[in-house]
């Protein structure tokens, strides 16, 4: 059993930057893969990245955020950390972190692919 809980959420205006983290409990949590989804009032749930475990840490992201988000992950910490930059109002949205054992890299876009799910945290995106 893995446990997730976000932070890092906030108000914060077009341009700017926020950091969001993901603390997980249990000891294999390097197995795991880790995705961050977000959900936007009214819209689906869409893949935003992930960070592969079991020594790989590979890294996926989706396009609209390529080259502004970047994961990290830190093994020893329990952690895994999405730093936001070049915020946009279309990024807003509650924020999840993810975690599941043995994805196939075909499906780690896919949220029905992770087992365990944080509580989110909301980022707003706004002058």
């Known amino acids: 059993q893995v446990q997730l809980i976000e932070s890092g959420g906030g108000l914060v205006q077009p341009g700017g930057s926020l950091r969001l983290s993901c603390a997980a409990s249990g000891p294999t949590f390097s197995r795991y893969t880790v995705g961050w989804f977000r959900q936007a009032p009214g819209k689906e749930r869409e893949f935003v990245g992930a960070v592969r475990g079991l020594g790989g840490n590979t890294y996926h992201y989706a396009d609209s955020v390529k080259g502004r988000f970047t994961i990290s992950r830190d093994n020893a910490k329990n952690t895994v950390t999405l730093q936001m930059n070049g915020l946009n109002p279309e990024d807003t949205a509650l924020y999840y972190c993810?975690?599941?054992?043995?994805?196939?890299?075909?499906?780690?876009?896919?949220?029905?692919?992770?087992?365990?799910w944080g509580q989110g945290t909301q980022v707003t995106v706004s002058s």
């Open positions: 993810a975690a599941g054992q043995s994805i196939i890299l075909s499906r780690i876009r896919t949220d029905a692919a992770y087992s365990y």
